[in-house]
């Protein structure tokens, strides 16, 4: 499936419930982060995952249902590998993303960043929880235009 199908998909709410995996998550994360600002991506990641889940009714409960920790952090993880690699290891869409960066697909990767207690506080179901563990890296501002929202080949400097 292509970008343009499965942003299409998920954003029509169309996208077969049985295909909404995490690779899935990190494709459409790695979607709107390739065209948008971190704030946009975030807020579209927010409100699309919601939709989609309520759609295809799935339950919410502390281990279950859209978790605003887990989505902030990994798109600050997606963001920052976009950020840090895209030189070296370009990608052409989310596939090859994925395939890039294998470390994204790993739904423990967070276990480097969180406690099991700290990940299983209510509020972070419905509330970004910072890590306990070590710093989740910031996404770099500089990379997309908040104007135009489209990436830069590098670093802004100043003069």
Known sequence: MTDEELQTQFENMTLPFE???HRMHVRIAYIYSNSLTYSEALAKLRGGIKAY???NNVKESQ???YSETM???FLRLIRSTM???EKIFPANDSEMFCDRHPHLLAKTILRAFYS????????A????VEPDLSSLPEPQPNKTS???GTRSAGPVTSS
């Not at 099991?116 to 509020?123: A, F, K, V």
């Not at 179901?125 to 970004?128: I, R």
């Open 19 to 21: 295909l909404w995996n």
């Open 53 to 55: 889940n309520k759609k």
């Open 63 to 65: 281990t279950t249902g």
């Open 71 to 73: 989505t902030v952090a």
């Open 83 to 85: 950020d840090a690699y």
């Open 116 to 123: 099991p207690e700290r990940r299983g506080l209510p509020e």
């Open 125 to 128: 179901k419905t509330q970004f």
């Open 146 to 148: 908040e104007v135009t």
